[in-house]
């Protein structure tokens, strides 16, 4: 089970930390990544993480203002939001699973997804 939390409302150019906690699996055996899903349109791929945290991998849009990381102690995933902006709007999902490294932004090789938190940037 994740659960995810963190999201809210900030203006332009604000941080928002999300987090994610996991629960009844073994985490670290997981690739852990950060998706976002706006009104109308599919479900994108933000952000993920390697099983060991060594290696992380971004949406171009989000790369130098996002950043992943996670806790294999306390197997929590977060995603610390920097410069944010409008266009960044979105309900905001964890997910674990493991997919192949070529493969690591399709939603439907995610086996485990939290219930979604939204943010919500104004301009």
């Known amino acids: 089970q994740l659960q995810a939390s963190g999201g809210g409302l900030v203006q332009a150019g604000g941080s928002l930390r999300l987090s994610c906690a996991a629960s009844g699996c073994s985490f670290s055996n997981y690739v852990m990544g950060w998706f976002r899903q706006a009104p109308g349109k599919e479900r994108e791929f933000v952000a993920t993480?390697?099983?060991?945290?060594?290696?992380?991998f971004y949406l171009e849009s989000v790369k130098g203002r996002f950043t992943i990381s996670r806790d294999n102690v306390e197997n929590t995933v977060s995603l610390q939001m920097n410069s944010l902006k409008p266009e960044d709007t979105a309900v905001y999902y964890c997910?674990?699973?493991?997919?192949?490294?070529?493969?690591?932004?399709?939603?439907?090789?995610?086996?485990?997804w939290g219930q979604g938190t939204q943010v919500t940037v104004s301009s």
């Open positions: 997910a674990a699973g493991r997919p192949l490294l070529s493969a690591i932004t399709t939603p439907d090789l995610y086996t485990y």
């Open positions: 993480i390697s099983r060991s945290g060594g290696r992380s």
